[in-house]
Nanobody, 123 residues
Framework: QLQLVQSGGGLVQPGGSLRLSCAAS????????IDWFRQAPGRGREGVSC????????NYADSVKGRFTISRDYAKTTVFLQMNSLKPEDTAVYYC????????????????WGQGTQVTVSS
């Protein structure tokens, strides 16, 4: 079955760190740009970060710049979102999504979505 499988997430105290993973199952991520989104209760979906198909370009929402880092491991066909200095307002369900568009902010539809993973930042 072709799918994106997410792992990581959980409960962490403010100021802590987590790493989310987004792995391809049944296909390779080499031909896809990957976006991370999040959705907090009662709020709309928010784009968090993106890494281009080549890995040469990344972007971040202003709210996470300097704290989150996106990267990809072609050998493991996995994309990571390292989240540092977490804040309570980072609490949300995080999703990864794959599009064949070569660059971030592409209008090409997403072909695959991860199942979502909960991140809770609380003391």
């Amino acid at each position: 079955q072709l799918q994106l499988v997410q792992s990581g997430g959980g409960l962490v105290q403010p100021g802590g760190s987590l790493r989310l993973s987004c792995a391809a199952s049944g296909f390779t991520l080499d031909y896809y740009t990957i976006d991370w989104f999040r959705q907090a209760p009662g709020r709309g979906r928010e784009g968090v970060s993106c890494i281009s198909r080549s890995g040469g370009a990344t972007n971040y929402a202003d709210s996470v710049k300097g704290r989150f880092t996106i990267s990809r491991d072609y050998a493991k066909t996995t994309v990571f979102l390292q989240m540092n200095s977490l804040k309570p307002e980072d609490t949300a369900v995080y999703y990864c999504a794959a599009t064949r568009g070569p660059e971030c902010a592409s209008t090409t539809p997403y072909e695959y979505w991860g199942q979502g993973t909960q991140v809770t930042v609380s003391s």
